[in-house]
């Protein structure tokens, strides 16, 4: 019989992740940006209204670091749906457009998972029907140890801040629009 993992180690957080992925896209046909914050009051999740833009991928990875701080995170979990590049037949990547442009893509959903102990990361293939619903997730099939980089990336805090700091946070969240009623309840986490 397997052992039970503490639910806030890397692997127990992509599982949730993958099943709350794996819920979405079968319910919604998508996989909207999703932070889970665990922290000492439980697990969080959260969604940002839209990213439609750049700026609006710069705001949701800010907002999660502001909620992790505020919630005082030991562990976060990012749940994207994107495009991945794919290198072409002959070994080639084009790294001249972006993936969303790119012929040789995938289309997939990445776990970006952090906890004081380090990062994880797990890349879930997107597979349709030939109607283009979801049927389901592949296996990755690319390098074990791929890292990430860029916006999405170091969303938890280095160290927990005292409650004073944690209560700022909150006033921060609140002046940019984000408040506790924004926030739900991780269901996945039973």
Known sequence: M??????????????????????????RGKVPPTLIA????????FNPSMMADVRAKDDFANTARLICVAHGATAAVLIMEAWMKVAGADGSLDLTEPPSKALNRR??????????SGAKQKILPIIRTDAGNFFGFGEYDGPADTSF???FTQILPPKILNKE???????????????????????FAN
């Not at 289309?107 to 004081?116: D, F, K, N």
Request: aromatic share 4%; net charge negative.
């Open 2 to 27: 397997a052992k039970e993992q503490p639910p806030d180690t890397p692997d127990a957080l992509l599982a949730r992740a993958e099943d709350y992925a794996c819920f979405a896209m079968r319910t």
């Open 38 to 45: 665990v922290g000492p009051s439980g697990s969080i999740l």
């Open 107 to 116: 289309e997939i959903v990445l776990l970006s998972c952090e906890t004081r």
């Open 149 to 151: 980089e860029g916006r």
């Open 165 to 187: 700091r944690r209560a700022h946070t909150w006033m921060l969240l609140a002046a940019i629009g984000v408040t506790t009623t924004d926030l739900r309840r991780d269901s």
